[in-house]
């Protein structure tokens, strides 16, 4: 016992020595981390460490909040209340109950909500809202009486009547203590206890709350939530020895308190010993039963050290199961960022988790028993998430779930992952010159060729040999690549097998972007399982099967969806037809849908709230209205339902999305679809017994205009060559239209089609398109189906002959003409060609990339990378871009450089037109270069630590992480969708061609793309001959002829005498053929034709007559969609020119060709 009582004052002189730096330490930590991620914290104790260390103030050299100051049997309780038992939520609970100020924590995933309401589930816990009228007045109760309060939902500000609170502004009147609440002073009592949460992720509080309360980061982390998940697979499969190890903990805790005890009592019975203390029996008893204890205590140690080694080694053999929990919840929680729909709580995820840690197979073999657990929980979350997500997503959500679990093995780099989802990037001039494009390979020509080459200089490796292969072998690769399924192909070489299933999507997406969309399924496939290539079905009974009285059951909707159906099915099949309940949201329903929702709990009805995003303010009820029911659940019949029908909209209480149960369900897509929805919808009876034209003409109407209206919904996904502004028709539209025909074929014999055609195009449909060339469209795309020949049996809507209205019949015999119609729609039946599919492949893959991005969280946040990882951290790659275009910036344009004929005057003594032009174009470039520099300094600076990185720097610092262009660029510069490297170069194009028409004087041919506002270079154009002839602005136009060369081939001998040359412009949808100088079909995979100059020629309006020529529109961008101006046309538009055409001009429209002032690449 002498060893021990000696060993122990070492231990405490040890302990002395280290205190003053260890509370400085814990001081710290309780006043400053609290708002950090653990990552943080580690490194801020690190650090400081490190400091004491330096200036000589003794510290453990292993600080920990929890060893310091932490109470074992404490924290096991806390564990018990369902706070999480990985360190940094210990230390959390520490921060919590050891902070002078009241906490205030962040929770998304609500686990400090669920601990504090456990930890004073018998103490009479207050819970409220800022939103509750009577919040104030609970918490006077809770001051007055002593009672804790949990003040939750807080937003990112506070009520001001909270602030004597916050400050513990406590005063004593009459020997009682009193704190200001209010207009009132309440007695405050020592017992109160106040606690505050949020469910905002990220919020941004002001310094004035800051230093009010302590603000606490309970955002469960990567690793943490892998060590709580790991605690649960540990509990369910080895409770055994989870069980032991609490009995140990209890057990050690007491036998340290009655050893503390006991010595407690020889150091009071020593102190007060008088005489020889040998002869105190009572003293040599207590040390004696303090030998026993502490030999017990010893022991015990000992058993706990070799069961905890038990334990560690169980638990690391079963990681890889809480690794892929980890790893997947994060990718769920993700998904919020698409769609504020896509919200699931840590809890609701933690309750499957676990519930396929009880239900999937059994093994004893254990390396069996863990497969069977990761492909289970991969499974069951994959299909229950994918139950509430729109079928756009599903596949990016298997794909993020395959890129993660591959990330975490290592099989993907960090490099490699940036590289897929922002593009390699566009690679130096010295780059490529040194490393030509093979001759004669035009498919590997151009982005592919740039973008195989910085793979290999950003990733080398395996990718500097398939450069090298490529080289020597271009006609195999082009082969594999240009073939029509490259993502299926037998790469050459035997690369098929020395490239990952990421590195051969990585490559393919740089080589066929957009084949990305089809890369991306292999790649899961692979990976996951090809049970994850394909969309769970639509199963409304498992869901209801999985939901229970107190969880609501939301349909999220989409444009055309119609869940009615199913659901009256299913109360059908359910028998509880008769007591359901439906109401349509709207103003004035919401204590109608209050009373049906407290009636139907009583008797166990079903009730439906369709349209919930229509009653936004009364969306904070139903939530408290669901919360209620939760909270008593004991009182609500167990056949009760609740269904939710909504839009998805941001409004939407976000609690109440992560406790139910979520279903979309889109209408199908594709013409076959489409036309088999709308003739299930026509009812017998409307559809015979037509007079006046007769009924055969009447049904060939019927199908013409089903088909009409599928073929312009399905047009939509084609992009901008479909519809320059996406329209929502919906079915009323198709009725309206219905309605229509039958009444003209009713009232006339003959049909009157010209009429018809107005009405339909320009009236029913086109009532909803406001583009002037979307109004043109509607127009030609309605004709070949509302035409004479129509009533023909042998007339054919398109060439391939396999549409058409068929003869007539019943609606089943014309059902069964639309089952054998084609399940994939070709482009021909649209109008459009073969390219039109590329474009929507390019269109699906460039949503998949986006929204991986987005999904992905990247660019949540600048940071350094560790130092494990490979490659230049994130600061770096900033630093680089933006001194690399610092280094290029040019000082702002100074017109006293200019060339004596830029600004010269005429003879009216006013400056030339076009130098106007010039002019203000130079004004709108110098303050785009000044945004650029001073937004380029700062950034630098703030990278440097020299000034706070603001929200827009931060902004611009993941722009340049993800090859974007900052929106502080975008709002003072042009409209452009090029990725921030094109974009780059493009600028410093534009910014060469100004430069040389100022200094070098007017251009033989104008780079009209290059301009800030091209339009106003038309005006400019003809304001010149104008002046030139004094001839009136407004009786002119501008018409043009397509040259055979292009800008490099123009001498000044050609220069014209009237108007002036153009070019930079691209052709979609269609070609200019140089030799026979008319428009002609595009080339098989070239969707842009760059055209040739153009000889803009003002004349005056009368005189303008063009022969076989197709107006076609010119747009800045590929979007072509703008804000409506007064003209009737977007602002992207600029102008019509009138290219002479080979076909008809409808035959052009519905290609929906145009000219582009730039490419998006």
């Known amino acids: 016992e002498a060893v021990r009582w000696r060993a122990s004052a070492e231990q405490l002189a040890n302990d002395q020595i280290n205190l003053v730096g260890d509370m400085l330490l814990s001081a710290g930590t309780l006043a400053y981390l609290g708002p950090f991620t653990s990552e943080y914290r580690f490194a801020m104790t690190d650090t400081w460490i490190k400091g004491c260390t330096e200036l000589k103030i003794p510290v453990d050299p292993s600080f920990s909040l929890e060893n310091c100051l932490g109470v074992p049997v404490t924290i096991r309780e806390w564990q018990l209340m369902k706070l999480p038992a990985d360190a940094f939520s210990t230390e959390n609970g520490m921060l919590t109950t050891m902070g002078r100020r009241w906490p205030l924590m962040i929770d998304p995933q609500g686990q400090a909500n669920r601990w504090v309401r456990n930890m004073f589930a018998d103490g009479n816990l207050q819970v409220i809202k800022l939103s509750e009228k009577d919040f104030l007045r609970t918490l006077e109760m809770g001051i007055r009486y002593g009672a804790p309060v949990l003040l939750e939902n807080i937003e990112e500000t506070l009520d001001p009547s909270l602030e004597p609170l916050l400050l513990k502004q406590i005063f004593k009147r009459n020997g009682q203590n009193l704190i200001r609440l209010g207009d009132a002073?309440?007695?405050?009592?020592?017992?109160?206890?106040?606690?505050?949460?949020?469910?905002?992720?990220?919020?941004?509080?002001?310094?004035?709350?800051?230093?009010?309360?302590?603000?606490?980061?309970?955002?469960?982390?990567?690793?943490?939530?892998?060590?709580?998940?790991?605690v649960d697979v540990i509990k369910s499969e080895r409770p055994d020895l989870e069980e032991k190890n609490d009995q140990l903990v209890v057990s050690i805790a007491d036998a340290k308190k009655t050893l503390a005890d006991i010595e407690d009592q020889i150091l009071q019975m020593l102190a007060n010993a008088s005489g020889n203390i040998l002869d105190d029996e009572e003293l040599i008893n207590a040390l004696a039963q303090s030998k026993v204890t502490s030999t017990a205590i010893g022991q015990r140690l000992t058993e706990a050290e070799t069961t905890k080694a038990e334990i560690d080694e169980a638990r690391e053999k079963y990681r890889v199961v809480a690794?892929?929990?980890?790893?997947?919840?994060?990718?769920?929680?993700?998904?919020?960022?698409?769609?504020?729909?896509?919200?699931?709580?840590?809890?609701?995820?933690k309750e499957i988790f676990n519930q396929r840690l009880e239900?999937?197979?059994?093994?004893?073999?254990?390396?069996?028993?863990?497969?069977?657990?990761?492909?289970?929980?991969?499974?069951?979350?994959?299909?229950?998430?994918?139950?509430?997500?729109?079928?756009k997503d599903k596949m990016l959500y298997a794909c993020l779930i395959g890129v993660m679990v591959d990330k975490a093995a290592g099989l993907i780099s960090e490099s490699e992952w940036r590289a897929f989802m922002v593009g390699p990037g566009v690679p130096g001039p010295e780059l490529l010159a040194a490393n030509p494009c093979p001759q004669g390979q035009e498919w590997l020509q151009g982005k592919p060729w740039e973008g195989l080459l910085q793979l290999k200089a950003t990733l080398g490796g395996v990718f500097a040999e398939v450069h090298g292969h490529i080289?020597?072998?271009?006609?195999?690769?082009?082969?594999?690549?240009?073939?029509?399924?490259?993502?299926?192909?037998?790469?050459?070489?035997?690369?098929?097998?020395?490239?990952?299933?990421?590195?051969?999507?990585?490559?393919?997406?740089?080589?066929?972007?957009?084949?990305?969309?089809?890369?991306?399924?292999?790649?899961?496939?692979?990976?996951?399982?090809?049970?994850?290539?394909?969309?769970?079905?639509?199963?409304?009974?498992?869901?209801?099967?999985?939901?229970?009285?107190?969880?609501p059951l939301i349909f999220v909707l989409s444009s055309g969806a119609d869940v009615m159906d199913y659901l009256v099915d299913l109360a059908t099949k359910m028998g509880t037809r008769d007591t359901m309940r439906i109401i349509s949201l709207g103003q004035g329903q919401g204590p109608i849908a209050e009373r049906l929702m407290a009636s139907g709990q009583m008797a166990g009805d079903w009730v439906c709230l369709q349209n919930c995003h229509l009653a936004v303010s009364w969306l904070g009820k139903l939530e408290a209205a669901i919360e209620a029911a939760r909270n008593n659940a004991n009182d609500i019949d167990d056949a009760y339902r609740l269904w939710l029908t909504s839009m998805p909209s941001p409004k939407f209480p976000v609690p109440v999305l992560q406790t139910g149960i979520k279903i979309t369900n889109e209408p199908p897509r594709g013409l076959r679809a489409n036309l088999k929805r709308t003739y299930l919808d026509i009812k017998e009876a409307d559809y015979e017994g037509c007079g006046g034209a007769g009924p055969r003409a009447y049904k060939k109407l019927v199908f013409a205009l089903a088909f009409f209206n599928a073929l312009i919904l399905e047009r939509k996904k084609f992009g901008a060559v479909g519809w320059n502004i996406p329209y929502g028709w919906m079915n009323s539209d198709l009725k309206a239209g219905m309605t229509m025909i039958r009444m003209y074929a009713e009232e006339n014999e003959v049909l009157p089609w010209s009429t018809l055609n107005v009405i339909i195009a320009e009236v029913v449909y086109g009532g909803r398109v406001t583009d002037k060339m979307d109004k043109r469209s509607?127009?030609?795309?309605?004709?070949?189906?509302?035409?004479?020949?129509?009533?023909?049996?042998?007339?054919?809507?398109?060439?391939?002959?396999?549409?058409?209205?068929?003869?007539?019949?019943?609606?089943?015999?014309?059902?069964?003409?639309?089952?054998?119609?084609?399940?994939?729609?070709?482009?021909?039946?649209?109008?459009?060609?073969?390219?039109?599919?590329?474009?929507?492949?390019?269109?699906?893959?460039?949503?998949?990339?986006?929204?991986?991005?987005?999904?992905?969280?990247?660019?949540?946040?600048?940071?350094?990378?560790?130092?494990?990882?490979?490659?230049?951290?994130?600061?770096?790659?900033?630093?680089?871009?933006?001194?690399?275009?610092?280094?290029?910036?040019?000082?702002?344009?100074d017109t006293r450089t200019a060339h004596p004929d830029t600004f010269r005057t005429i003879s009216s003594g006013a400056m030339n037109s076009l130098g106007v032009f010039l002019s203000q174009e130079l004004i709108r470039f110098n303050g785009l270069i000044e945004v650029i520099a001073a937004s380029l300094k700062m950034l630098q600076r703030a990278v440097q630590g020299f000034v706070v990185m603001s929200g827009p720097l931060e902004q611009m610092y993941n722009c340049f992480l993800l090859g974007r262009v900052p929106p502080a660029w975008e709002n003072a510069g042009y409209p452009c969708l090029k990725p921030l490297p094109s974009w780059t170069e493009d600028f410093f194009g534009r910014l060469d061609f100004m430069g040389q028409w100022l200094t070098d004087g007017p251009r033989l041919s104008y780079w009209i793309s290059g301009f800030f506002f091209p339009q106003g270079f038309m005006t400019a154009v003809k304001q010149t001959y104008s002046r030139d002839y004094a001839i009136a602005i407004d009786i002119l136009t501008v018409g043009c002829e397509v040259m055979s060369f292009g800008p490099g081939e123009v001498h000044a001998s050609q220069a014209p005498r009237d108007g002036v040359y153009v070019h930079g412009l691209y052709m979609e949808a269609a070609r200019f053929d140089r030799e026979r100088l008319v428009i002609e079909d595009s080339a098989p995979g070239k969707l842009f034709d760059e055209m040739p100059c153009i000889w803009l020629k003002p004349c005056k309006t009368e005189d303008y007559k063009p022969v076989d020529c197709y107006a076609c529109p010119v747009y800045k961008t590929s979007i072509r969609a703008g804000t409506l101006s007064t003209t009737g046309h977007s602002t992207n538009f600029v102008v019509s020119l009138d290219v002479p055409r080979r076909e008809s001009e409808d035959y052009y429209v519905r290609l929906g060709c145009a000219m582009l002032c730039m490419l998006d690449e």
């Not at 469910?199 to 941004?204: E, G, I, M, R, Y």
């Not at 197979?361 to 499974?379: A, F």
């Not at 399982?529 to 099967?545: K, V």
């Open 778 to 893: 509607i127009s030609n795309i309605l004709k070949p189906y509302f035409v004479a020949d129509l009533l023909d049996d042998g007339y054919k809507f398109s060439a391939s002959g396999k549409y058409y209205a068929p003869p007539e019949g019943s609606i089943a015999q014309t059902i069964e003409y639309i089952t054998s119609l084609p399940a994939e729609d070709p482009p021909e039946v649209f109008g459009l060609d073969d390219n039109a599919d590329i474009t929507f492949q390019q269109k699906e893959s460039q949503k998949l990339l986006d929204g991986i991005i987005v999904a992905s969280g990247s660019g949540g946040g600048g940071g350094k990378k560790k130092k494990d990882d490979e490659g230049p951290s994130d600061d770096d790659i900033v630093r680089d871009i933006a001194e690399a275009f610092e280094a290029r910036l040019r000082e702002p344009f």
């Open 359 to 391: 239900r999937s197979t059994k093994s004893d073999d254990l390396e069996e028993r863990l497969k069977i657990l990761i492909d289970d929980i991969t499974w069951s979350m994959f299909i229950n998430i994918c139950r509430g997500l729109f079928e």
């Open 185 to 230: 002073d309440v007695p405050y009592s020592d017992d109160f206890r106040f606690f505050m949460t949020t469910k905002l992720a990220n919020p941004h509080y002001m310094p004035e709350i800051c230093i009010k309360a302590t603000i606490i980061n309970f955002t469960v982390t990567n690793s943490g939530l892998e060590d709580q998940l790991l």
């Open 471 to 551: 080289k020597a072998n271009a006609a195999d690769w082009g082969a594999a690549y240009m073939s029509a399924s490259p993502h299926t192909a037998a790469l050459p070489g035997g690369f098929g097998e020395k490239l990952t299933s990421f590195q051969k999507l990585l490559l393919l997406r740089v080589m066929r972007t957009e084949k990305t969309v089809f890369g991306t399924r292999v790649f899961v496939g692979e990976r996951l399982g090809e049970r994850f290539t394909e969309s769970p079905p639509f199963d409304l009974e498992a869901a209801y099967a999985d939901s229970n009285k107190v969880t």
């Open 323 to 349: 690794t892929r929990g980890s790893i997947i919840y994060f990718v769920i929680a993700n998904l919020a960022l698409l769609d504020p729909m896509y919200q699931y709580s840590l809890q609701f995820y």
